[in-house]
């Protein structure tokens, strides 16, 4: 009898050899896998910088969702032609956030846009609701101030009322004021100025309570607040409210637009009212955009995201664009082609140098090179 035939076995250093092959291949891909995972994660998740990007632009002279954007009525109007555009910038990242790291390595290679790091942009401690409420009061103080710079160009009446032009989240007077609420009074005294109501509120122990007569919306209220403690200044009374003055015409200059913030249509709004007020066509029948920030009396001044606008204007098929002098050094280099870049340093220049423009006369430029 022969024995039967044992089973072959591998040595066993062989089958140890092999154990390790796939422990290590096995740590490797789970190694791999997890490392992989946190870069994808890392990828998407928010980065401490802010996107500056072209954004929407608005003809003044023409209607957003069939308003018109300058709305006047109990005065005589003239027909407009052409587009007279007012720019914006488009952020991502910030209080609000958004801003991944593939947002910004992008940006990085699109000469259009910017990053940079937000505490350059934002303080630390503002929140989402606070930048929305402070580019609303500078957007709503850009309109008021576009009306007297544009009355008081044609020579008409400025009239000057004293209002609340922003209401702080969360503050004493919020849920009690509304923006654009006109203070007539404070404990019965008449309010001429703004520094009347600072001067009251800051000269009272924190808890004090004021009693307000304001006039909305053509009714007169009377509204109760108390002072709080001011976050920002320990020990020091405040209410939350910006106060300011609101300027308007005798007869009546609306704004249509809404979403959008900060100060920088100031020049824009005050050459679409002249336009519509005036028998003369400003534009030509051509494609003007500007930017600039805008006092009463007329002043054009600076305003941020310059190189953003001009993308933004030319894109839109805008010609002529019109911004603050102190901007043309930052400008050269970043002048799209097929666009002029003017430099002004009031309303007056504005419509000086596009009436220029459109007549074909010689107008100043910004270069368009370093």
């Known amino acids: 009898?022969?024995?039967?035939?044992?089973?072959?076995?591998?040595?066993?250093?062989?089958?140890?050899?092999?154990?390790?092959?796939?422990?290590?291949?096995?740590?490797?891909?789970?190694?791999?896998?997890?490392?992989?995972?946190?870069?994808?994660?890392?990828?998407?998740?928010?980065?401490?910088?802010?996107?500056?990007?072209?954004?929407?632009?608005?003809?003044?002279?023409?209607?957003?969702?069939?308003?018109?954007?300058?709305?006047?009525?109990?005065?005589?109007?003239?027909?407009?032609?052409?587009?007279l555009d007012m720019t914006t910038v488009r952020e991502s990242g910030g209080p609000r956030?958004?801003?991944?790291?593939?947002?910004?390595?992008?940006?990085?290679?699109?000469?259009?846009?910017a990053v940079v790091p937000r505490e350059l942009v934002y303080p630390d401690d503002i929140s989402g609701e606070d930048v929305k409420a402070r580019n609303a009061a500078l957007f709503s103080t850009s309109?008021?101030?576009?009306?007297?710079?544009?009355?008081?160009?044609?020579?008409?009446?400025?009239?000057?009322?004293?209002v609340a032009t922003?209401?702080?989240?969360?503050?004493?007077?919020?849920?009690?004021?509304?923006?654009?609420?006109e203070i007539v009074s404070i404990d019965g005294v008449p309010v001429t100025t703004p520094g009347d109501v600072v001067q009251t509120v800051q000269g009272s122990?924190?808890?004090?309570?004021?009693?307000?007569?304001?006039?909305?919306?053509?009714?007169?209220?009377?509204l109760t607040v108390a002072s709080g403690e001011n976050p920002d200044a320990p020990g020091k009374p405040y209410l939350g409210i910006s106060v300011g003055e609101l300027y308007s015409a005798e007869f009546d200059i609306d704004f249509t637009l809404s979403d959008v913030g900060g100060p920088s249509a100031g020049l824009m709004f005050a050459t679409g009212i002249v336009d519509k007020l005036t028998p003369e066509d400003l534009t030509g029948g051509k494609h003007v955009a500007g930017t600039g920030t805008i006092?009463?009396?007329?002043?054009?001044?600076?305003?941020g995201g310059i190189r953003q606008k001009l993308a933004g204007a030319r894109s839109a098929g805008a010609e002529l664009f019109l911004m603050p002098e102190q901007h043309c050094a930052e400008s050269a280099g970043h002048v799209?082609?097929?666009?002029?870049?003017?430099?002004?340093?009031?309303?007056?220049?504005?419509?000086?140098?596009?009436s220029h423009w459109v007549a074909g006369m010689p107008v100043t430029s910004c270069p368009k090179t370093p």
């Open 295 to 303: 006092t009463p009396e007329g002043a054009v001044g600076p305003i």
């Open 166 to 181: 922003a209401v702080i989240v969360d503050a004493p007077a919020d849920e009690v004021f509304l923006p654009r609420d």
């Open 1 to 83: 009898m022969t024995d039967p035939e044992l089973p072959q076995r591998e040595p066993a250093h062989v089958e140890s050899s092999r154990e390790k092959w796939g422990t290590s291949t096995l740590a490797l891909l789970v190694s791999s896998a997890v490392t992989l995972g946190i870069l994808a994660i890392a990828f998407f998740l928010p980065v401490p910088f802010v996107k500056l990007a072209p954004g929407p632009t608005f003809n003044v002279i023409g209607d957003v969702d069939g308003a018109p954007v300058i709305q006047i009525n109990g005065a005589p109007t003239f027909p407009t032609s052409g587009e």
């Open 205 to 222: 122990p924190v808890g004090t309570e004021f009693t307000f007569e304001i006039r909305r919306s053509a009714e007169n209220m009377s």
């Open 143 to 162: 309109e008021s101030d576009s009306v007297a710079a544009a009355l008081n160009y044609l020579e008409l009446p400025v009239q000057t009322k004293i």
């Open 97 to 113: 956030g958004g801003l991944t790291f593939v947002d910004a390595v992008g940006s990085w290679f699109n000469s259009s846009d």
């Open 336 to 354: 799209p082609d097929g666009l002029t870049v003017t430099p002004v340093t009031s309303l007056r220049d504005a419509i000086k140098e596009m």
